[in-house]
């Protein structure tokens, strides 16, 4: 019975010893200060006790699916001219709802098997259904719709990803929110300056480079007049260029579809123009200078803009055919230059991105909520151990004994898992400081009542705790239950929450249970027979 | 030290006093949700911009009003944020000021009204990034640092961010304050790039009506979700009844609580239905402990009415019942006195959640048992009340005798 005890012992030591180091690590320094920087290091803080960025975005997944559309379409009409297929129309009637709906009109009903052959060759991806009137529909096979959104969102994560990890913020969250939203959770500590991250996130960093028929113009009326006939070609578009130094928003007319796009893009830095003003060099992959030298030999004598998101940033005649390398000229800064390389380098966003969240927790706020949290999860825990010694007495001491204990192991739990302690987080701390004493509680007011009954008082600690054990399981099931679920339904703050409580409730069976009775049986093992148990 | 001991306290008895107190709260809280108040829904339901703004004296909130006026603001709510001690203000713009479009235009046109009196070409050191600041001692170089320069003014800028923000609570009311965290250069320098407004901002929260609805979503799934798992652990536990009397226990509990907020003008965010969870969790335990206590009296006391069986039990364990709520009590009490206003909807909701529990318990969940077996009785049938295991163990017995 001794042996058997003293293993106990040194076991609850053994814990004790354990879970302190989940909490403190070993400190270089065993000062106070020391010993709060070691927790510090720890136990990882949310955003709520630290101060930072939390931010939600929306990936505009339809602008993912009308690249590929638009691209198609392009196609489609190439290789209707090519097999000398009369048609009279063929546009999206529904961009931004149906950013994959195609709609051929005029198609002449002999020219039909032609059509479908083209279709099965050259748009693979697409189904093609007749429609009413002499018209055709083409729309994206469905699984590939879902498969290109998908890859939107894990596209848009990596960029963003690589532009916050050049920023140096440190532990970032960045990943997919929500069930099948198409949503992206960042989070950022630390943060003072959300507005400058979400600049560099923002910019789709769409780099095109596509052909200028004309510009800049004043005006887009301008800009159309200015054209043969009087009205902007099939294959053009209208494009904003950038301001010039009195504000004037200048217009050009530029192609449909653009000759590189930023995927072909392996690089690009700081550097200089030909004036040695600040310009960005960028470097173009393998099959990207494939296909810019196809299309600068075709247009020898044309003109060719760099377009930055949507934006026509500058226009250089082709002298020759170029491979592999340019650089974007433009009235840049030093700083723009830096954050647009940055930008560039770490990948286009296949989509464009709409916040739907902003929380800027200030650190000052994080300062005084971790202090408030604190103080008054020392004063609950000191009300409640007086509490426990003033009706209990010595067993008192034993409940004591069970929550500090109870305490150390609900910490260490989180420096080792590291899990992150929020705010609510805290109050969950405090709360199974509560419902922890509960069990004590149970098992004191059995053993109480089987004294009563006339037990002694070993018989009445063992009855005491199996009588009360099937209930504290009981009790501790359905809350975890409860802490589950809302683990699964909240958000960061919450389920810190149900973190704590959880990991408490559950160190809470150990030191209710096991340590309480090893204490009591270490204290009968002390008394003589006959002796009262002081409880 | 004990209370109740040898209680023999006829709870059944007084069950309509019970009901009665029951009703009065859950329909003066129907009410108000109804007529009043409604239920007042946080910015993570509702939508909208909330800027919490400490200023550097006692605020005056007409005149802020006024110069959110000039610039022409409309349909903004200003309030005092917290203890006055706190010189906090919280100014609130509707969801339909919040689109996705510009999420957080709002915000800056909040904070750009409240700059008031700029110097020309100064920056505020209230509101100023990190970035900022060290990119400015960088440039100006008060500290002819040299090479070591971007780790020394690194440092100093941490200093004085550490110091406005954690020492000051975010707002500075002179320079000369920092005159105790860096070099007297380094504040002359300052002094000639930064002003400091009176506020600075200690929080904001912009919540866009989609992420809004997909919230309120979540937050009804999560309460569905948990009644009907207490529903079903109970029903594997007990009889069904028992789960049945748990969850009207419950439904009963969760009226009370919300009611409690539309009284009172509290808002209901997040963490206050994470806190409403929470309560379900605890009610449920206080009923749990009376009802296991039921059960295993009735397997010693085949002979009594239940109605004796169930105040015997109630009896027995209500020395633990109010122990254990005056317990979580005082520590949620703790929490609602000290713990700040981040976490004051959350705490209210428990200090009600638990009372109420607790109260439940007694009141609700066991009178409902009874009544149901007072019915089945009186039209003839057996009491499903009384655990059916039991029943079959002594007929095995009895056959194989």
Redesign the interface.
């Known amino acids: 019975m001794t042996k058997n005890l003293t293993w106990k012992l040194v076991l609850i030591v053994a814990t004790l010893l354990f879970f302190l180091f989940g909490i403190f690590g070993v400190p270089n320094n065993w000062s106070g200060k020391g010993l709060i920087s070691a927790i510090t290091d720890r136990i990882h803080l949310g955003l709520?006790l630290r101060?930072g960025t939390h931010l939600?975005l929306?990936v505009k997944v339809n602008d993912a699916i009308s690249v590929d559309s638009d691209a198609a379409m392009e196609r489609l009409k190439e290789a209707l001219r090519t097999a000398k297929i009369n048609y009279a129309d063929i546009s999206k009637p529904d961009p931004a709802s149906n950013p994959d709906r195609i709609v051929i009109k005029g198609v002449p009903p002999e020219s039909s098997g032609d059509l479908r052959s083209i279709a099965t060759d050259r748009l693979a991806e697409y189904d093609l259904a007749s429609g009413p009137e002499n018209t055709w529909v083409i729309t994206m096979k469905p699984q590939l719709m879902a498969s290109l959104k998908n890859q939107a969102v894990t596209q848009a994560i990596e960029t963003i990803r690589n532009r916050i990890d050049q920023l140096g913020v440190s532990e970032p969250v960045i990943q997919e929110h929500?069930l099948g939203?198409y949503q992206i959770l960042v989070q950022l500590p630390g943060v003072?300056?959300?507005?400058?991250v979400?600049e560099i996130m923002q910019s789709t960093a769409m780099l095109e480079i596509r052909q200028v028929f004309g510009g800049p113009y004043n005006s887009e009326q301008e800009a159309i007049q200015g054209q043969p006939g009087g009205s902007l070609p099939m294959d053009a578009m209208l494009m904003q260029g950038k301001r010039t130094p009195d504000g004037q928003q200048t217009w050009y007319v530029v192609a449909r579809t653009s000759a590189v796009t930023g995927r072909d893009l392996r690089d690009a830095r700081p550097g200089q123009d030909r004036n040695g003003m600040p310009a960005v060099s960028f470097n173009l992959t393998g099959e990207g200078g494939r296909k810019f030298y196809t299309f600068t030999s075709a247009h020898v004598g044309d003109n060719l803009g760099v377009v930055l998101d949507g934006r026509v940033q500058s226009v250089a005649r082709i002298n020759d055919a170029i491979r592999d390398s340019g650089i974007i000229e433009g009235r840049f800064t030093e700083q723009e230059v830096k954050d647009q390389s940055m930008v560039l380098r770490s990948g286009a966003l296949p989509a464009g991105i709409?916040?739907?969240?902003?929380?800027?927790?200030?650190?000052?706020?994080g300062?005084?909520?971790i202090?408030?949290?604190v103080?008054?999860?020392v004063?609950?825990?000191v009300?409640?151990l007086i509490?426990m010694l003033?009706?209990y007495?010595g067993a008192g001491i034993n409940a004591d004994v069970a929550l500090i204990l109870n305490l150390i192991i609900l910490l260490g739990f989180l420096g080792f898992s590291g899990a992150t302690l929020t705010?609510?987080g805290i109050?969950g701390v405090?709360?199974t400081?509560?419902?922890g004493?509960?069990s004590n509680?149970?098992i004191f007011?059995r053993i109480?009542?089987e004294l009563r009954n006339g037990k002694t008082p070993a018989s009445a600690v063992d009855q005491g705790f199996s009588?009360a054990w099937?209930?504290i399981v009981?009790?501790h099931?359905?809350?975890i239950?409860?802490?589950f679920?809302?683990f699964?339904?909240?958000?960061g703050?919450?389920r810190g929450?149900?973190v704590t409580?959880t990991f408490g409730l559950l160190a809470n069976l150990f030191t209710a249970v096991f340590v309480s009775r090893v204490v009591f049986d270490w204290i009968l093992s002390r008394k003589q027979r006959g002796e009262a148990l002081s409880i | 030290?004990?209370f109740f001991k040898d209680a023999n306290i006829d709870f059944l008895g007084k069950k309509w006093y019970f009901l009665a107190f029951s009703l009065i709260f859950s329909v003066a809280g129907v009410l108000s949700m109804l007529f009043w108040h409604g239920i007042p829904l946080g910015v993570d339901f509702r939508g909208g911009t909330l800027v919490?703004v400490?200023f550097s004296k006692a605020p005056d909130t007409n005149a802020i009003r006024a110069q959110l006026d000039r610039a022409g603001l409309k349909d903004f709510r200003i309030q005092q944020y917290g203890p006055a001690a706190n010189d906090e203000v919280l100014v609130a713009l509707d969801v339909r000021k919040t689109s996705?479009?510009a999420?957080?235009q709002g915000?800056a046109q909040i904070i750009k009204a409240l700059e008031t009196n700029v110097p020309q070409g100064k920056v505020d050191l209230n509101n100023a990034?990190?970035?900022?600041i060290s990119n400015y001692l960088l440039e100006k170089d008060p500290l002819r640092a040299g090479t070591e320069a971007n780790q020394r003014y690194a440092a100093i800028t941490q200093a004085i961010?550490?110091y406005?923000?954690?020492t000051?609570?975010?707002v500075l009311s002179s320079l000369d304050e920092l005159k105790s965290v860096t070099d007297p250069a380094v504040v002359a320098s300052l002094n000639d790039g930064f002003y400091l407004s009176e506020f600075?901002?200690?929080?904001?929260?912009?919540?866009?009506p989609?992420?809004g609805k997909?919230?309120r979503n979540?937050?009804l799934?999560?309460i569905l979700?948990?009644l009907l798992?207490?529903l079903v652990?109970l029903w594997f536990?007990f009889e069904w009844i028992y789960g049945l009397a748990a969850v009207v226990t419950v439904f009963h509990d969760t009226l009370i609580t919300v009611g409690a907020f539309s009284l009172a003008n509290k808002e209901i965010s997040?963490?206050v239905?994470?806190a409403i969870?929470?309560l379900?969790?605890?009610s449920?335990?206080d009923t749990?402990?009376i009802f296991?206590r039921i059960r295993?009296n009735i397997k010693l006391m085949r002979r009594e009415k239940l109605a004796d069986i169930v105040n015997r039990s109630i009896n027995?364990?209500l020395?633990?019942t109010i122990?254990?709520a005056?317990?979580?009590?005082?520590?949620?009490l703790?929490?609602y006195?000290?713990?700040?206003e981040?976490?004051h909807g959350?705490?209210f909701a428990?200090v009600i959640g638990i009372l109420i529990g607790t109260y439940s318990s007694i009141a609700i969940a066991a009178p409902i048992l009874v009544a149901y077996q007072e019915w089945r009785a009186g039209r003839g049938k057996r009491p499903i009340a009384m655990p059916v295991d039991t029943g079959k163990r002594v007929e095995k017995v009895k056959a194989k005798a």
């Open positions: 709520d101060g939600i929306q929500g939203q003072d300056d959300p507005a400058r979400k709409a916040y739907l969240e902003e929380r800027t927790v200030g650190p000052s706020l300062a005084d909520s202090r408030s949290g103080r008054a999860a004063i609950g825990m009300a409640v509490f003033v009706y007495r705010l609510p109050a405090i709360l400081i509560g419902m004493v509960d509680v149970l007011e109480r009542e009588h099937i209930t009981d009790t099931v359905t809350t239950v409860s802490a679920i809302l699964i339904f909240g958000t703050p919450v929450f149900a409580l | 030290m004990e919490y400490k996705e479009q999420l957080d915000k990034s990190s970035l900022t961010v550490g406005r923000d954690k000051r609570g975010g600075g901002v200690r929080n904001v929260e912009i919540v866009g989609q992420v997909q919230l979540q937050a799934w999560a979700y948990s798992g207490m652990y536990r997040l963490t239905i994470a969870l929470t379900v969790g605890y449920n335990n749990i402990v296991d295993e027995q364990t020395s633990r122990l254990t005056g317990l979580t009590f005082l520590t949620v703790a929490l006195l000290f713990g700040g981040v976490l959350f705490s428990l």
